[in-house]
């Protein structure tokens, strides 16, 4: 970020993401207020590499993937943008934005209010805070900077205390991610653990794990209302037809839970 910011300084990125088009809606294409609760939704993520598991696809082309997801059925599309562990970058927001017309998640880990005004300026419509990485004051300013730009916020937890740490900053897109960012150990029992701690109205996202249709079911059945998948996705052959058999078993473990 620091080297980002010695080329552009906060004035410039300000006036390029005031001119920039106007945020999508991801609060709304994750199901809203009266969340369509019987739809499991799909965050779908372009991930190159992570430090849990090294490299796990080249992705020379994130804008194709990008439409494979959309076109599998994807509500919103997560775009890994933090370059030394990830191998992502901000080009790739822009050639996923000029690709496609759902809500892009800028994933990064967010700890400067020049990377939530990077974000808007390269088009994206959500942005990542992590709980344990920010002050409670950091939560509320970040949240606000957001809300003024148009932006939602997926606010990550893993903890009982960090999921109240979210609901005080009124958090509406709430995720636990069931991989321990420390150990990187991935505990999929967490999710049903925690889920019901979130406050209800909030889109409840599960996050990291996702394998097969069968942890799909177990995140739907326990009240995950969307998912976030990465490394299933980048490493399947047919991304667009993972997505759809995803949300299927996720409508099925929902009626049933229902
Ligand atoms: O993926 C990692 O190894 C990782 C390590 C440290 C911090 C964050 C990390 N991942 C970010 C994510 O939250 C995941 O990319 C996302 O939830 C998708 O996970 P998966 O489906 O297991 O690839």
Do not use: C
Request: aromatic letters at 4%.
């Amino acid at each position: 970020m620091a080297a980002r910011q010695r080329l552009s300084g906060l004035a410039e990125v300000k006036e390029r993401a005031l001119a920039a088009a106007p945020a999508l809606d991801a609060w709304a294409a994750l199901g809203g207020p009266s969340a369509q609760r019987d739809e499991l939704k799909v965050i779908a993520e372009i991930k190159r590499r992570s430090p849990s598991k090294g490299d796990l696809a080249s992705i020379t082309d994130p804008a194709a993937l990008a439409v494979q997801y959309a076109d599998g059925g994807a509500s919103v599309i997560s775009v890994l943008t933090e370059e030394r562990r990830f191998n992502g970058s901000l080009a790739d927001l822009d050639s996923v934005r000029a690709a496609v017309d759902i809500p892009l998640l800028r994933k990064d880990f967010t700890v400067d209010e020049y990377q939530i005004w990077e974000a808007r300026a390269h088009g994206a419509d959500l942005i990542l805070l992590i709980v344990a990485a920010l002050s409670d004051a950091q939560l509320q300013e970040f949240s606000a900077l957001s809300r003024e730009l148009g932006m939602n916020v997926l606010v990550e937890t893993h903890t009982p205390e960090e999921i109240e740490r979210a609901a005080a900053a009124q958090a509406r897109i709430i995720g636990v991610n069931v991989r321990n960012l420390k150990t990187l150990d991935v505990d999929r029992s967490l999710f049903a653990s925690l889920a019901g701690n979130i406050p209800a109205g909030a889109v409840v996202v599960a996050e990291s794990g996702v394998r097969n249709a069968d942890d799909v079911a177990h995140y739907a059945g326990n009240g995950a209302h969307a998912i976030l998948v990465g490394e299933a996705l980048v490493s399947d052959a047919t991304p667009r037809e993972r997505i759809a058999e995803f949300k299927a078993a996720g409508a099925a473990a929902m009626a049933v839970s229902r």
